[in-house]
């Protein structure tokens, strides 16, 4: 095999020296991913320098074709996930490490083996994969041993032949852990091609388990994220290129009013001069109260308890309107919220493109509230840091208002390592109850500045730089690392 790929190697070398442009393969497998991708004008800014072929899911290839007119390449990727997929994906999260040393991870694993929703057939199967982890993490050599087997697991021809018929220089990489990556990801480290990754989300390192496939190069968020890569990978800093969050770039546009609904209040409804706060919700599976938190807050703008001018806007989580991630039950309660002071905005719930797409002008929607907000509430997701990211008050709801056991109470989400690290910082403030919730909103209704170089300090460490140039630092690094090959 090595042979093999130095010979393939010397051929892409000989290929790109007499191409104008080096050949820069982006995969899209995720609606985070297309975000950041789409919306930003990234591909187009690449494809300036780069020939730029990007590889998506069958389903997603329709949606997609526009992007030929601007001289980018699109490449439809089928593939399957056989029962064996399946079983070496959670095998490898128990022999890589102890998740119970990982509280995200092993959460994940009590709700496998304990909720009952699932058949109790697949319970059992998790408890085996767990015991069976830890005898063979205790063998010697026994790590190694499965390192081996599940590359040749994670290798797959068509993967290959797809990259070959590519013939790229260098393959950008956001979710490492994807099935559909993952295959693209070996078919390329055994041929040689550079792997860049730009990891999608500042949870990914510590939430997500242990990469199958390493990068070579690695752009990104910020400073938090560069000691992760040292930490877990032994990633050194030459291989580091700090480069922000090219999908909050909207936010700054809309902060400095280049983009924006000016408007969006009279658009939902509500009085465009007054003030309101601002709940972005999660999915039940974690925060299952949540709801009754929404219906506590509605209940006191309307009964004056922020004063007589308080408005309140809700935006559910695009996993409230699915049944298999929420509780739908939720949806006719917050429907029922809706009055002359309190609204709910819904989601743009077109996922077509892929999961977890959020259409540009809802994006656009989605930043103008935060913006315009005086005090944000969310229960701990990545909304946490785009309201940081635009310098306002915000308070985490990661409480219970009934007994929950700990792996599904929204308790748990507190000792998430990521987490664990944005509350070090200062940057927000976390409440243990309804009333707590209550007194921090009025603190920060009074002093809106309270925490303000925290959080500017948080952007620092999370984002590196919140002025709207990741994607310009975007393709400056790619075309460092491209040069450099």
């Keep these: 095999m090595e042979c093999g790929t130095k010979i393939y190697r010397e051929q892409l070398n000989h290929s ?159 979710r490492p852990v994807d099935d559909m990556e993952m295959y693209l990801l070996e078919a390329a480290r055994r041929l040689g091609i550079h792997r860049i990754f730009y990891i999608l989300s500042w949870d990914n390192i510590t939430s997500k388990g242990i990469f199958p496939v390493l990068g070579d190069s690695y752009l990104t968020w910020g400073p938090i994220m560069n000691e992760e890569l040292s930490q877990y990978y032994n990633v050194n800093s030459r291989q580091t290129y700090l480069t922000g969050v090219t999908h909050f770039d909207v936010h700054a546009q809309v902060k400095s009013r280049e983009i924006g609904y000016p408007n969006i209040l009279d658009t939902i409804g509500l009085n465009p001069v007054k003030p309101f706060l601002f709940f972005t919700m999660s999915a039940s599976y974690f925060a299952p109260n949540e709801i009754d938190i929404v219906e506590h ?62 259409a540009k002008d809802d994006m656009i929607r989605l930043s103008s509230l935060l913006n315009l907000a005086k005090v944000c509430l969310n229960s701990g997701s990545t909304i946490a840091i785009e309201a940081i990211y635009l310098d306002k008050p915000v308070i985490i709801t990661a409480f219970d208002t009934e007994n929950w056991p700990f792996w599904s109470s929204a308790r748990r989400l507190r000792t998430y390592v990521h987490l664990e690290k944005l509350f070090a910082l200062s940057a927000c403030r976390l409440v243990d109850s309804l009333d707590e919730m209550d007194t921090m909103i009025e603190r920060y209704l009074q002093n809106p500045d309270l925490d303000s170089a925290e959080r500017q300090n948080a952007i620092e460490q999370e984002c590196y730089k919140n002025d709207g140039k990741a994607t310009e630092r975007f393709v400056e690094n790619v075309s460092k690392i491209m040069q450099g090959l």
Excluded at 108 to 129: A, D, E, I, S, V
Excluded at 138 to 143: A, D, R, V
Excluded at 302 to 310: A, L, V
Aim: charged share 25%; proline share 3%.
């Design 297 to 358: 807050l509605a209940q006191r703008v309307e009964s004056n308890h922020f004063g007589e001018d308080m408005q309140f806007v809700i935006r559910p989580h695009m996993a409230n309107l699915m049944a298999d991630r929420s509780d739908l039950s939720w949806l006719e309660r917050l429907k029922a919220l809706n009055s002359n002071r309190v609204k709910v905005d819904f989601p743009d719930s077109d996922n077509s493109l892929l999961t977890w797409y959020m």
């Design 16 to 174: 790109s020296s007499i191409t104008l442009k080096q050949k820069l393969a982006y995969i899209i497998s995720h609606g985070h991913t297309a975000r950041g991708a789409l919306q930003t004008g990234l591909l187009k800014s690449l494809s300036f320098e780069h020939e730029v072929h990007i590889i998506v899911k069958n389903s997603s290839i329709d949606s997609l074709t526009h992007l030929r007119d601007e001289g980018i390449v699109v490449h439809s990727f089928s593939y399957d996930i056989g029962r064996n997929d399946k079983f070496r994906g959670i095998l490898r999260s128990h022999i890589h490490q102890n998740i119970k040393t990982n509280p995200a991870l092993w959460e994940k694993h009590l709700q496998r083996t304990r909720n009952k929703k699932y058949p109790l057939k697949n319970r059992l199967l998790n408890h085996g994969f767990f015991y069976l982890g830890a005898i063979i993490r205790s063998l010697p050599g026994g790590k190694k041993a499965f390192k081996h087997i599940e590359k040749d697991g994670y290798f797959k021809p068509y993967a290959e032949k797809l990259l070959k018929s590519i013939n790229p220089d260098s393959i950008i990489s956001t």
